[in-house]
């Protein structure tokens, strides 16, 4: 059988329910975007790790090595932000073909400190070793929470908002860029920096955890479409989602009349926004988003509602019912 | 700079401190068999991870995807083994070319399963992705320990002896009888099976480290020329060993004569023993060795004694001193 008949996560629950019978109470393994441990009567850690392979999920001469390092570890961060925790300690692998230089390395090591250094996240450990020509980067992030503050996929309510924290669609629009090799206007520029220097939501993710009102919490990595239908799976909860409601940037906008892109699909199913998507009570909205912009002067976006009924999107467009694609990214897409 | 002028270790120096101001008091980094973080007032959490790399690290048509799966688990447990922790909790990214199938995925994922449950270890998370050509994988792993019971690389004392749990340089030859397409005989057969199918040595350690007389402790992955020299650099001291006293199974020796390999530098520089290297305070190594036989029913193997000195191996043979290959295993050796 050919993986991409099943994709990844149908690989995954082949063997997934088999270790339950190992993990004990209060432990949370495989399905959200981090595991959970309890360290002490208050405290959990959460883990996370991402596979960062040559070719799949970079082109090595169209990213920096400072770019590389930094999204590396960014990926990983963006999971500690959505589980709400404080990111602790990173762990570096990699494996090295003979064509990479010690400079080169060097330079990916200035990304990945540099935003080791913003956090204060030590690089604890790893391994370092050759490979037979791709560049290999696995990371791995441990983070801290209080249990009281855990925002898990599973605990989206019937009537709460669908909520992100930014623009949607840029970095897969910036992908587009780098793979049609568009020139780089300062409008494509903001795209592929988007896609290449992800900046993961640490502290919108700790302070949105501590608020009663908000209740499932999660990264998009795939796109709303596919990460959406996480929760929904999770919840045991169905969703309306608003397409005019996604928020586009004006490059995005700009950039789709000129290259002919759908900005909506690039926004629900493009992937790599590194946003937080989270659920909250809708009667909490008004003074969460009076107090998000204090903080952060950022406004938080409202896409959606979630409904009672078994898990799925319907999409509207102006209050009319509409079809879009819902597939979000999957790696082993049968093409 | 070419990686292969500096070595995995010399790269490593480049980066590993620059992390020092993020790491608490109580809190390991790079340096050890794995990172150690407090969790508790009692309890330390362990981590270690390992890159298994096509081509590098193991040859696709050469090992079955049992083998695999239990080995890339084993490589990590034998980390946590080191430090004396009991381990806890793994995750497994792992890279597939389009070339690997579903049903070479199922047997991975049985040798990966059959040894997380002899030592009753969940697969807590991980990541599934595409990779270009060649199959990667990476495991984390973290165990467990007492504050009290931490044994690491620099608690080597004057006077200690060194010892090992096992026999050494059975991997190496297995390596050997691998790369040489030699013919399985039983004894060949068994020296394949132990690079392929290493036991870590988790119950040995665990007990080791309740034992006050035992000091410095890690894993043999590299072989003793190069392991004992990062207890030597760790602790400061020299070290003794005696060539003659080093543990050598039957079929090594065997096998040595019939293809004029030379056990010894199997034994001493071979690398992927998976045994434990630790120190002994030699006034009570009778009893820890009576102690060992009845819990475990084999014996501990002395090759050695720590000495005063800056950090370096004197290698003697039947009392002569001796000089050998003392590189050990490098990835990035120079050829």
Same mark, same amino acid.
């Given at each position: ?22 993990? =004990? ?5 495989? #399905?959200? !975007? ?7 009567? $208050?405290? *959990?850690?959460? %883990?996370?790790t ?40 990173s ?26 250094? =913003?956090?204060k996240?030590?690089?604890? #450990?790893? !391994? ?7 560049l $290999?980067? *696995?990371?791995? %992030?441990?983070?801290?929470c ?32 780098i ?32 608020? =009663? ?22 919840s ?46 809708a ?10 912009k204090?903080?952060f002067s ?21 209050g ?16």
């Amino acid at each position: 059988m050919d993986l991409k008949d099943i994709g990844e996560f149908g690989f995954i629950k082949r063997f997934a329910n088999k270790f339950d019978s190992f993990i =004990k109470e209060e432990e949370l393994g495989i #399905g959200d !975007d981090c595991a959970v441990m309890p360290i002490n009567e $208050t405290d *959990n850690f959460v %883990v996370t790790t991402d596979l960062l392979n040559e070719d799949i999920h970079f082109i090595k001469d169209k990213i920096s090595p400072e770019e590389l390092g930094h999204k590396s570890l960014a990926v990983n961060l963006s999971d500690i932000a959505a589980m709400g925790a404080e990111p602790k300690f990173s762990f570096l692998s990699i494996g090295i073909p003979s064509h990479v230089s010690v400079e080169y390395l060097d330079a990916f090591m200035t990304g990945f400190y540099a935003l080791s250094e =913003k956090y204060k996240v030590p690089l604890m #450990g790893g !391994d370092t070793t050759k490979s037979a020509d791709k560049l $290999t980067i *696995n990371v791995a %992030v441990i983070g801290q929470c209080k249990k009281t503050e855990m925002h898990l996929r599973s605990m989206a309510k019937e009537g709460d908002l669908i909520c992100v924290t930014g623009f949607l669609g840029d970095s897969a629009a910036g992908l587009n860029v780098i793979l049609n090799d568009l020139e780089l206007s300062p409008e494509n520029k903001y795209l592929v920096q988007k896609h290449h220097v992800p900046e993961p939501r640490i502290n919108e993710g700790m302070w949105l955890a501590k608020q =009663k009102s908000v209740h499932a919490m999660m990264d998009i990595s795939d796109g709303i479409s596919s990460d959406l239908m996480h929760i929904l799976d999770a919840s045991a909860k169905s969703a309306h989602v608003h397409t005019e409601k996604l928020p586009i940037s004006n490059s995005l906008r700009n950039a789709a009349i000129k290259n002919n892109w759908d900005p909506v699909e690039l926004a629900s199913a493009g992937g790599e926004d590194y946003e937080l998507l989270f659920t909250v009570d809708a009667k909490n909205f008004d003074s969460l988003q009076k107090e998000y912009k204090t903080h952060f002067s950022e406004e938080i976006f409202i896409i959606g509602e979630i409904k009672q009924g078994q898990a799925e999107i319907s999409w509207f467009n102006n209050g009319k019912n509409i079809i879009i694609n819902k597939n979000g990214f999957n790696h082993f897409a049968k093409s």
